[in-house]
Structure formats: C-alpha cells, structure tokens
T-cell receptor, first 111, second 113 residues
Framework: QKEVEQNSGPLSVPEGAIASLNCTYS??????FFWYRQYSGKSPELIMS????GDKEDGRFTAQLNKASQYVSLLIRDSQPSDSATYLC???????????FGKGTLLTVNP | GAGVSQTPSNKVTEKGKYVELRCDPI?????LYWYRQSLGQGPEFLIY????????DSGLPNDRFFAVRPEGSVSTLKIQRTERGDSAVYLC???????????FGSGTRLTVV
C-alpha cells in the first residue's frame, strides 16, 4: 500500500475554474501536511501548510484536512495558466522533519 | 545567501565513478535535508542534519551514499561507485525550525552513463 496517494492526473481545467487536488495518506501519526508546487524542470516550492482539521485559506488557495479520514486536499480558485504545474502532497509523518511525498498531480489550466 | 544553493546544477559521470554534490543552505538555518527525485516521482528522503550531525540517515539507499556537514553549514553528498540507477535530481533543503516545511534548492541533476 502506497503511503501517500494523489489523484491521478493529468487534471485539466479551464481558466477561471476551481481545481481540486486530493491526497490520502496512511501514516495516522502525521501532524503536519504540506502542498508543494513544482514547475517542469524546477524544484518543489512550498505553497501551503496545514496542521489542524478544517480549512486554511491563503489567497486563491485553500487546504482542507480531515485527519480521521486521512485526507488532505488543495483547492485552487480562479485557476490561471500560471498555476499549470505538478502539485505534490507531503505529510510530515510522525516526525517534524521527514516528509513523504506523493507522486504528484499534473494540473493544466487552459486559457 | 538568499536561497539554498546547489552545485553543480548538472553532473554527468561514468558508471563506477565517485561524485560529490554540494549544498549551501540559507544562512542561519540549522536543519539541512537531502532528497532524491526520480522522473515521475515525488522527492524521496535521504538524510537530515541538525547542526553538524546526521540526525536521521535512514533514507540513504546503501553504503555507497554518505553525507557530511562538518561545520554545520555547507553539506556534501558523496556517492561512491555510481550506478545507472543513481541517476536522479538530488535536492537539498534547509530550515530554521522543524515542522514548518522547508525551502528546496534548485537541485543537481546527476546522470550516470
């Protein structure tokens, strides 16, 4: 069983739509959760962190966490072509320093 | 520096050779991490330094891999007797506090031919 599973892509949405990216994880002791964005040929860039159940909003991005369901998601509102990238989910596991990354979901926003 | 700096950006080496990859973290960051990312995969944890010591090296795949951070700043990842399967992007990250995510460098793309 994979430790971190993300919805298989690629995910294609029109400009201005909401993009929904999902992630499930197996390690129940995870307390911290991160979303990274990775443009093609570039390194991952931290865009969101969430630690408590519920929603956390930052601009056009909303992270949602449900620890009981071992589920974390990222919503991107008013998607822009510049949002086209691979989005990586990374729970922190039982440590504060070791992240376990999913394979990522490739998002394409079409103008 | 302003960000995490990794050198070289690209390295091509022959199978069996020894390579060193360097990481210069953000100034003042005590924690330093090495990850490896293969094509189509997410980054995979290799090793974590807190100061000069390796606090967790559980991700190093075998004893051909070794990393040091002698003065608590710059780190070097060393790979002996390279194999084609070692080809990947090696990412370094640093932070000043655990648990809040961290910033990656631009990576070193290692190709073993």
């Amino acid at each position: 069983q994979k430790e971190v599973e993300q919805n298989s892509g690629p995910l294609s949405v029109p400009e201005g739509a909401i993009a929904s990216l999902n992630c499930t994880y197996s390690d129940r002791v995870s307390q911290s959760f991160f979303w990274y964005r990775q443009y093609s040929g570039k390194s991952p860039e931290l865009i969101m962190s969430i630690y408590s159940n519920g929603d956390k909003e930052d601009g056009r991005f909303t992270a949602q966490l449900n620890k009981a369901s071992q589920y974390v998601s990222l919503l991107i509102r008013d998607s822009q072509p510049s949002d086209s990238a691979t989005y990586l989910c990374a729970p922190g596991g039982g440590s504060n320093y070791k992240l376990t990354f999913g394979k990522g979901t490739l998002l394409t926003v079409n103008p | 520096g302003a960000g995490v700096s990794q050198t070289p950006s690209n390295k091509v080496t022959e199978k069996g050779k020894y390579v060193e990859l360097r990481c210069d973290p953000i100034s003042g960051h005590t924690a330093l991490y090495w990850y490896r990312q293969s094509l189509g995969q997410g980054p995979e944890f290799l090793i974590y330094f807190q100061g000069t010591g390796a606090a967790d090296d559980s991700g190093l795949p075998n004893d051909r891999f070794f990393a040091v951070r002698p003065e608590g700043s710059v780190s070097t990842l060393k790979i002996q007797r390279t194999e084609r399967g070692d080809s990947a992007v090696y990412l370094c990250a640093s932070s000043n506090q655990d648990g809040y995510g961290y910033t990656f460098g631009s990576g070193t793309r290692l190709t073993v031919v």
